[in-house]
């Protein structure tokens, strides 16, 4: 089974996946990533996010292993890495580079051990238009930008991070614009995914929702 959940930055795609992929045995791969491991070597190279062509190469040479090292490094979640990643993240020739190492993953899904499972679950922007059109299940999560912005924030102080609201919510409403202005694979919902608005959801109601949702489909 492949499920795909799509939708803005903190809309809590994130608990979300990890949820179901506990609940169906499903492998979990969180695209957003990918950008992120492309956005953070230019920052570490000390490259301008503009550099298209510079960008493009670290695409090209991205695997798996080096993602999975470079997601340790304590700028991978930071502030900067994520307006890295959305920078890089509009580039065409990155996202192309970047589109068989994603849809490998559901051919041959595994947990972070090596063992099979049961299916891959994708969580990003792009998942069910793009990168898994033929998915089984696919849901758009969003959420007004406060709402994100807040959480985002609790995140950063829950890990013991510095953060500024504000600042946190002209982040968030930057990475929307980027991410829905994009020529590339805008961010949008799937003609065929449910939308959930968790702006007023707790974090079981969305799972409920979701697997009621996802058993209904399954049946
Ligand atoms: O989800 P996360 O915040 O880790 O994603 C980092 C950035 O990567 C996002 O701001 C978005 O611009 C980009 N992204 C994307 N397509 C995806 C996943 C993430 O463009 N499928």
Redesign the pocket.
């Known amino acids: 089974m492949i499920i795909t959940i799509d939708g803005p930055?903190a809309a809590g795609k994130g608990t979300l996946s990890a949820k179901l992929a506990e609940k169906y045995g499903l492998a979990y791969f969180?695209?957003?990533?990918v950008?992120?491991a492309v956005g953070l070597q230019m920052l570490k190279d000390n490259i301008d996010l503009a550099n298209v062509v510079e960008a493009e190469k670290r695409a090209e040479n991205l695997t798996f292993p080096k993602m999975m090292e470079l997601s340790h490094d304590k700028d991978f979640r930071s502030s900067a890495g994520?307006n890295a990643?959305?920078i890089v993240?509009s580039y065409t020739g990155v996202r192309s580079r970047l589109l068989k190492m994603q849809q490998d993953f559901a051919k041959n899904p595994v947990f972070a051990d090596g063992l099979p499972a049961n299916g891959a679950i994708y969580d990003?922007?792009?998942?069910g238009t793009v990168i898994c059109p033929h998915a089984d299940v696919k849901f758009f999560i969003t959420a007004s930008s406060e709402v994100r912005a807040k959480r985002r924030y609790d995140e950063f102080i829950a890990k013991g991070m510095t953060a500024d609201y504000a600042q946190v919510l002209a982040d968030v409403k930057a990475?929307d614009e980027?991410?829905a202005n994009r020529k590339d694979a805008p961010m949008k919902p799937a003609d065929d995914a449910f939308i959930l608005d968790t702006s007023e959801m707790g974090i079981k109601d969305v799972f409920d929702k979701a697997v009621e949702i996802i058993e209904s489909k399954i049946k």
């Open positions: 930055a969180d695209t957003g990533m950008y992120r994520g990643a959305s993240s990003g922007r792009d998942t990475r980027r991410d």
